[in-house]
């Protein structure tokens, strides 16, 4: 599965953004999908998940309330809606595609599948 991101800029303290993620798989529904990201000198992290129907969602506690995560299916796309976004919310933000158990849901070990990364900068 090829995953390409999209949608990452600049924008101010408060500002919205959303994540695309496209997906080149019609088989894309059989697939767990994932946001992490990366701060500058800092190890990823995992943002939201969603599972294959996109009906059960799970955020970080830091981006809860703030951050959504869906999937429209037909498009073979996820995507990450960001709200009231903050400047340690910049970040490499990567998608990530698989079949994690519940134990690795939310880690990188989880997913077998990562685009490339889109850059977050929020600014103060």
């Known amino acids: 599965v090829q995953l390409q991101a999209s949608g990452g800029g600049l924008v101010q303290a408060g500002d919205s953004l959303r994540l695309s993620c496209a997906a080149s798989?019609?088989?894309?529904?059989?697939?767990?999908m994932a946001w992490f990201r990366q701060a500058p000198g800092k190890e990823r992290e995992f943002v939201a998940t969603?599972?294959?129907?996109?009906?059960?969602?799970a955020y970080a506690d830091s981006v809860k309330g703030r951050f959504a995560i869906s999937r429209d299916n037909a498009k073979n796309t996820v995507y990450l809606q960001m709200n009231s976004l903050k400047p340690v919310d910049t970040a490499v933000y990567y998608c990530?595609?698989?079949?994690?158990?519940?134990?690795?849901?939310?880690?990188?070990?989880?997913?077998?599948?990562w685009g490339q990364g889109t850059l977050v900068t929020v600014s103060s």
């Open positions: 969603i599972k294959r129907s996109g009906s059960n969602t």
């Open positions: 990530a595609a698989g079949q994690p158990i519940s134990s690795t849901i939310m880690r990188e070990s989880g997913y077998r599948y």
């Open positions: 798989e019609r088989t894309f529904n059989v697939y767990i």
